[in-house]
T-cell receptor
Framework: SQQGEEDPQALSIQEGENATMNCSYK?????LQWYRQNSGRGLVHLIL?????REKHSGRLRVTLDTSKKSSSLLITASRAADTASYFC??????????FGDGTTLTVKP | NAGVTQTPKFQVLKTGQSMTLQCAQD?????MYWYRQDPGMGLRLIYY???????DKGEVPNGYNVSRLNKREFSLRLESAAPSQTSVYFC??????????????FGNGTRLTVT
């Protein structure tokens, strides 16, 4: 099974609301990365959090990491219609491999 | 900067045909990767190349071969295509190996259908 699993699978909110998605994983990691994928496009890197970090911010994004629970969350504040996309977490265990979850599909209604 | 460029964008093959997916990056990155994405699923790693001259198997390597032609180019070959290989294929690159906190940069994908 996948190392990373996102929850929920789908999320629909109104513009201006906050969106929270979660990622759980099974083994110890080196770092965890979040990516966005717009329909029909490749993935775009959003933010990386190291295993010794607990929280990280980038603009309207806030990522937390709890290594004791093997989980991470991505918070998007003040969502916009342009945030509509699929969001994936990727865990890095070995130097060459990242394992992706199945993603959360976010719909932001204007 | 073009970033990561994949060709072709779309391809239809018959079962048993062969083809090569091309990928090139212009960011002087050391590591390159091939992933496949099936509907409703995340990406699964097929092969990766930590540096020029090296390649390693990922999670789903069966039915594929790769060539790291030089630092810029990393190709994926399907020797005898099967319907189970119908998927969207993504090439990615990273400046360093992933454990050194180096993010992935993706191309826009090749949509392959095998009939």
């Amino acid at each position: 099974s996948q190392q990373g699993e996102e929850d929920p699978q789908a999320l629909s909110i109104q513009e201006g609301e906050n969106a929270t998605m979660n990622c759980s994983y099974k083994t110890s990691i080196n770092n965890l990365q979040w990516y966005r994928q717009n329909s029909g496009r490749g993935l775009v890197h959003l933010i990386l959090i190291r295993s010794n970090e607990r929280e990280k911010h980038s603009g309207r994004l806030r990522v937390t990491l709890d290594t004791s629970k093997k989980s991470s969350s991505l918070l998007i504040t003040a969502s916009r219609a342009a945030d509509t996309a699929s969001y994936f977490c990727a865990t890095v265990v070995f130097w060459g491999k990242s394992t992706f979850g199945d993603g959360t599909t976010l719909t932001v209604k204007p | 900067n073009a970033g990561v460029t994949q060709t072709p964008k779309f391809q239809v093959l018959k079962t048993g045909q062969s083809m090569t997916l091309q990928c090139a990056q212009d960011m002087n990155h050391n590591s390159m990767y091939w992933y496949r994405q099936d509907p409703g699923m995340g990406l699964r790693l097929i092969y990766y190349s930590a540096s020029e001259g090296t390649t390693d198997k990922g999670e789903v390597p069966n039915g594929y071969n790769v060539s790291r032609l030089n630092k810029r180019e990393f190709s994926l070959r399907l020797e005898s295509a099967a319907p189970s290989q119908t998927s969207v294929y993504f090439c990615a690159s990273s400046e360093k190996t992933l454990d050194r906190d180096s993010p992935l940069h993706f191309g826009n994908g090749t949509r392959l259908t095998v009939t």
